[in-house]
C-alpha cells in the first residue's frame, strides 16, 4: 500500500495558487523561453540552462510533482504567483495590445489571452 505524503497545507495553497496563475503548458512556455532567450547567439548543446530567469526556475517547477518540491521550489512559486499578481493588477490602459507588459506576463508563464 502507497502511503502519500502530507504536505503543509500553505504549500497544497500555494501549489494551487501557482498553477492557477502560470496557465501557459511547460512545453509551451519553454518555447517562448527559447524564443525570448535566443536573441542573436546562437544555443549550446543544452538550450534550456540559456533560458531567462525567473522563467527557466518557473518551467523546473512545473515539470515537478508536488511531493518533489525543495524549499526553494516553494520560494519560486511564491515569487511567481506575487509577480504575476503584482502585474495583472497594474493593467496599461492598453492591456493585452501593450506587448511589454503582455510578454513580462508570459515571462513568467501567464498569457492573459486565456480566460480563466
Known amino acids: 500500500m502507497v502511503r ?7 504549500v497544497e495553497t500555494l501549489w494551487e495558487d501557482f498553477h492557477a496563475e502560470v496557465n501557459v503548458p511547460s512545453e509551451q512556455l519553454r518555447q517562448w523561453l527559447l524564443t525570448r532567450g535566443s536573441g542573436e547567439e546562437a544555443f549550446g548543446p543544452n538550450p534550456d540552462l540559456n533560458l531567462p530567469e525567473p522563467g527557466r526556475q518557473i518551467l523546473a517547477v512545473l515539470r515537478k510533482r508536488k511531493v518533489d518540491l525543495t524549499p526553494e521550489d516553494i520560494e519560486v512559486m511564491a515569487e511567481a ?20 507588459w503582455r510578454h513580462a506576463l508570459l515571462d513568467l508563464g501567464h498569457d492573459v489571452l486565456v480566460e480563466r
Do not use: F, M, S, W
Not at 504567483?81 to 511589454?100: C, H, K, S
Open 81 to 100: 504567483v506575487d509577480r504575476i499578481r503584482t502585474l495583472t493588477a497594474a493593467r496599461p490602459d492598453r492591456g493585452n495590445a501593450d506587448d511589454e
Open 4 to 10: 502519500e505524503q502530507r504536505l503543509d497545507p500553505d
